[in-house]
C-alpha cells in the first residue's frame, strides 16, 4: 500500500449486530436463522419506549375492541403485542386476534409461545395478499418503513377498506425530521441511546449499514399525507421519542 493511501475497511461476515444476532450478508433480513429467539429483546433495546408504547397500544385497544370483532397485527414478528391484547381479553369472548407475517420462523415461534390463547391465531402469510376480514382495530408497528411507497399505499387503502365506521389502525414507525440540525442531534443522541442499551459502536454501524435501502423512513408530514391518500382523515400523533412515531387513525 502506497503511503498516506487510506486504509479501506473491509467487513468480514459474519458480521454482529447484537450479542447473539449476525449477519451473513450486508443486508439485513427477517428470516436470518435463529432470529425469532432474539427478536424480542433486540427491539427492546433498539427502539426507545418499545415497552412504554405497547403499554399505551394494549390500554387504547379498550376504546376499538370491546364491542368485538377481529383484530389484526400486521407484520406480528413474534406476536409479542397481539399476544399482550388477547391474554388482556381472554375472557371477552367477543373477540378474536390475528397475528399476521411472511417469515415463518416469526409464526413458528408465536404459535409456540401462545398455545395456551384460544382466541389468537397467527397466519403465515404475505398480508397484501390476506384478504382482511372487516375490523375495528388494526396495528402495524413498525412494519411499514421496510415497504415499498407504492405497497405502503396499497396496504393502507386496504386497511381503511376493510375498518368498520369508527374503528382505528394504530401505526408505529420510525420517522426523518424536517429539519436537518435536529435530524442530525436526532441521530447522535440514538447512538448514544443504543450504547446506553448495551450495543457496541461496531453493532450500531453494522446494523445501520445494514439498514440502508431496506428501512426507508419518512417524515411526518410525508407519512400524513400517505394516511390521507389512502382515505385516513382524522390522524393523531399518540407518541414520540427520537426517530420513533406512533400515530392514530381512525375511521
Ligand atoms: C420490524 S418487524 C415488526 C415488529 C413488530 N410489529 C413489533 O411491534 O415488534 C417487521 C415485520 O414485518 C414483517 N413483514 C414485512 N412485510 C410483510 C408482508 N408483506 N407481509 C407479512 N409480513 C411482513 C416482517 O417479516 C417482520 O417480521
Redesign the pocket.
Same mark, same amino acid.
Given at each position: 500500500m502506497k503511503k498516506n493511501e487510506p486504509k479501506r475497511s473491509r467487513e468480514i461476515f459474519p458480521i454482529s449486530v447484537d450479542r447473539n444476532i449476525q449477519l451473513d450478508s450486508p443486508v439485513w433480513s427477517?428470516s436470518l436463522e435463529g432470529l425469532a429467539t432474539e427478536f424480542d429483546d433486540h427491539?427492546k433495546r433498539s427502539i426507545p419506549a418499545y415497552k412504554e408504547t405497547q403499554d399505551l397500544i394494549v390500554d387504547l385497544s379498550d376504546y376499538y375492541t370491546r364491542q368485538g370483532g377481529i383484530i389484526f $397485527?400486521?407484520? =406480528?414478528?413474534t406476536g409479542? @403485542?397481539i399476544k399482550r391484547l388477547a391474554e388482556k381479553n381472554r375472557h371477552n369472548n367477543k373477540n378474536f386476534w390475528m397475528g @399476521? $407475517?411472511?417469515?415463518e420462523g416469526?409464526i413458528l415461534h408465536s404459535k409456540n409461545h401462545t398455545r395456551d390463547l384460544p382466541n389468537l391465531e397467527f397466519i403465515h =402469510? $404475505?398480508? @397484501?395478499e390476506y384478504s382482511l376480514q372487516k375490523t375495528p382495530f388494526v @396495528?402495524i =408497528?413498525?412494519?411499514l418503513q421496510?415497504?415499498t411507497l407504492a405497497s405502503r399505499l396499497v396496504l393502507l387503502k386496504k386497511v381503511f377498506a376493510a375498518l368498520e365506521e369508527g374503528g382505528a389502525c394504530v401505526i408505529?414507525e420510525k420517522v426523518l425530521e424536517e429539519n436537518s440540525s435536529t435530524q442530525n442531534m436526532f441521530s447522535s443522541l440514538y447512538h448514544q441511546y443504543k450504547s446506553r442499551m448495551r450495543f457496541n459502536s461496531s453493532e450500531i454501524l453494522a446494523k445501520a449499514s445494514s439498514l440502508t435501502g431496506i428501512l426507508t423512513p419518512l417524515t411526518r408530514q410525508h407519512n400524513f399525507k400517505l394516511f390521507e391518500n389512502a382515505g385516513f382523515e382524522k390522524v393523531t400523533l399518540l407518541a414520540k421519542n427520537l426517530h420513533f412515531e406512533t400515530y392514530l387513525l381512525e375511521k
Amino acid at each position: 500500500m502506497k503511503k498516506n493511501e487510506p486504509k479501506r475497511s473491509r467487513e468480514i461476515f459474519p458480521i454482529s449486530v447484537d450479542r447473539n444476532i449476525q449477519l451473513d450478508s450486508p443486508v439485513w433480513s427477517f428470516s436470518l436463522e435463529g432470529l425469532a429467539t432474539e427478536f424480542d429483546d433486540h427491539i427492546k433495546r433498539s427502539i426507545p419506549a418499545y415497552k412504554e408504547t405497547q403499554d399505551l397500544i394494549v390500554d387504547l385497544s379498550d376504546y376499538y375492541t370491546r364491542q368485538g370483532g377481529i383484530i389484526f $397485527d400486521l407484520g =406480528c414478528s413474534t406476536g409479542e @403485542l397481539i399476544k399482550r391484547l388477547a391474554e388482556k381479553n381472554r375472557h371477552n369472548n367477543k373477540n378474536f386476534w390475528m397475528g @399476521l $407475517d411472511k417469515e415463518e420462523g416469526m409464526i413458528l415461534h408465536s404459535k409456540n409461545h401462545t398455545r395456551d390463547l384460544p382466541n389468537l391465531e397467527f397466519i403465515h =402469510c $404475505d398480508f @397484501l395478499e390476506y384478504s382482511l376480514q372487516k375490523t375495528p382495530f388494526v @396495528l402495524i =408497528c413498525y412494519t411499514l418503513q421496510f415497504m415499498t411507497l407504492a405497497s405502503r399505499l396499497v396496504l393502507l387503502k386496504k386497511v381503511f377498506a376493510a375498518l368498520e365506521e369508527g374503528g382505528a389502525c394504530v401505526i408505529s414507525e420510525k420517522v426523518l425530521e424536517e429539519n436537518s440540525s435536529t435530524q442530525n442531534m436526532f441521530s447522535s443522541l440514538y447512538h448514544q441511546y443504543k450504547s446506553r442499551m448495551r450495543f457496541n459502536s461496531s453493532e450500531i454501524l453494522a446494523k445501520a449499514s445494514s439498514l440502508t435501502g431496506i428501512l426507508t423512513p419518512l417524515t411526518r408530514q410525508h407519512n400524513f399525507k400517505l394516511f390521507e391518500n389512502a382515505g385516513f382523515e382524522k390522524v393523531t400523533l399518540l407518541a414520540k421519542n427520537l426517530h420513533f412515531e406512533t400515530y392514530l387513525l381512525e375511521k
